[in-house]
């Protein structure tokens, strides 16, 4: 069975200190991890795709990592804007999702 | 580009009615939409995925008969909550895909159905 692991379930950080957020993953044919934010009410906002082991891709202060097992979401020097759940999935078939259940990340200023 | 738009973002209705929700790809054209639900505090599950002018495909324990999907055009598609009942409340969001877009899911800003 396809599945989707998200830790941490909740992440509170100062504003400026880096961390990541970790995705681990079994699935029968990898095509392409996603990695989206969401804000309370909205719909998730698309962020990454990584299709291949040791792919990393780069959007501001985030950067997502992969390997064949998870992936990670670096987040450097954040600012209380990051704050958001960000979610993970994998696509085991064309395009169907299986999404985690996602990390709260607080930043406090 | 890959805008995606729902509309109403907010309903409320008695217990017993339908309700529709709307689906559309503003800046492309959607080969597949996606149907999803999602509980507080939870994640995105998925309820059924649509191909224009065809059948939709419901996932295992989505009541075909009481979630009823159209995908009239590349650009629109529709759910229909039918005989809603309170424990149908909930953040209903569809995502789109198309040719160009490969894998990659683009997300509406959800419905969020209140059902008295």
């Known amino acids: 069975e396809d599945q989707v692991t998200q830790s941490p379930e909740a992440l509170r950080l100062q504003e400026g200190e880096s961390s990541s957020l970790n995705c681990s993953y079994t699935?029968?044919?990898?095509?392409?991890l996603f990695w989206y934010r969401q804000d309370p009410g909205k719909g998730p906002e698309f962020l990454f795709t990584?299709?291949?082991a040791g792919e990393e891709k780069e959007k501001e202060r985030l950067k997502a990592t992969l390997t064949k097992k998870e992936s990670f979401l670096h987040i450097t020097a954040p600012k209380p804007e990051d704050s958001a759940t960000y979610l993970c999935?994998?696509?085991?078939?064309?395009?169907?999702?299986?999404f985690g259940q996602g990390t709260r990340l607080t930043i406090n200023p | 580009g890959a805008v995606v738009s729902q509309h109403p973002s907010r309903v409320i209705c008695k217990s017993g009615t339908s309700v529709k929700i709307e689906c559309r790809s503003l800046d492309f054209q959607a080969t597949t939409m996606f149907w999803y639900r999602q509980f507080p505090k939870q994640s995105l599950m998925l309820m059924a995925t649509?191909?224009?002018?065809?059948?939709?495909?419901?996932e295992q324990g989505v009541e075909k008969d009481k979630f009823l999907i159209n995908h009239a055009s590349l650009t629109l598609s529709t759910l229909t909550v039918t005989s809603a009942h309170p424990e149908d409340s909930s953040f209903y969001i569809c995502?789109?895909?198309?040719?160009?877009?490969?894998?990659?899911?683009?997300f509406g800003p959800g419905t969020r159905l209140t059902v008295l």
């Open positions: 649509s191909n224009e002018g065809s059948k939709a495909t419901y």
């Open positions: 999935a994998v696509g085991p078939g064309a395009q169907k999702l299986v």
């Open positions: 995502s789109a895909n198309g040719a160009r877009e490969n894998n990659e899911q683009f």
């Open positions: 990584l299709y291949s």
């Open positions: 699935v029968s044919g990898l095509r392409g």
